[in-house]
């Protein structure tokens, strides 16, 4: 059984950092493109960020460009949202995602096969 469990999320003031995590379990994810949405409420889920099978590329939504950084351990089968000047607009539950083909990330849900329950990240003024 293949999951993806997000970790890292909590309260945090405006300006502030956190970095979530997304551990996979169930099958190796190297040769794939893994990604992170966001879901605010009464909004519709929208793109963060993704990143290839080697790391070497990723791609960001305007929102998050210059402030969040995503990476990836695949020793550990692990990737990482690093989110820095957090405004109260990033407010929203975070998920990870796995694509089962395709080394690159995309910006599309329906190119992930694997969805993590999500982490909450609240940001106050």
């Known amino acids: 059984q293949v999951q993806l469990v997000e970790s890292g999320g909590g309260l945090v003031q405006a300006g502030g950092s956190l970095r979530l995590s997304c551990a996979a379990s169930?099958?190796?994810?190297?040769?794939?493109?893994m990604g992170w949405f966001r879901q605010a409420p009464g909004k519709e889920r929208e793109f963060v960020a993704c990143?290839?099978?080697?790391?070497?590329?990723?791609y960001y939504a305007d929102s998050a460009k210059g402030r969040f950084t995503v990476s990836r351990d695949n020793a550990k089968n692990t990737v990482y949202l690093q989110m820095n000047s957090l405004k109260p607009e990033d407010t929203a539950v975070y998920y990870c995602?796995?694509?089962?083909?395709?080394?690159?990330?995309?910006?599309?849900?329906?190119?992930?096969?694997?969805w993590g329950q999500g982490t909450q990240v609240t940001v106050s003024l």
């Open positions: 990143i290839s099978d080697s790391g070497f590329s990723a």
């Open positions: 169930g099958r190796a994810f190297s040769s794939n493109g």
């Open positions: 995602a796995g694509r089962r083909s395709g080394s690159l990330g995309s910006t599309r849900e329906y190119d992930y096969d694997y």
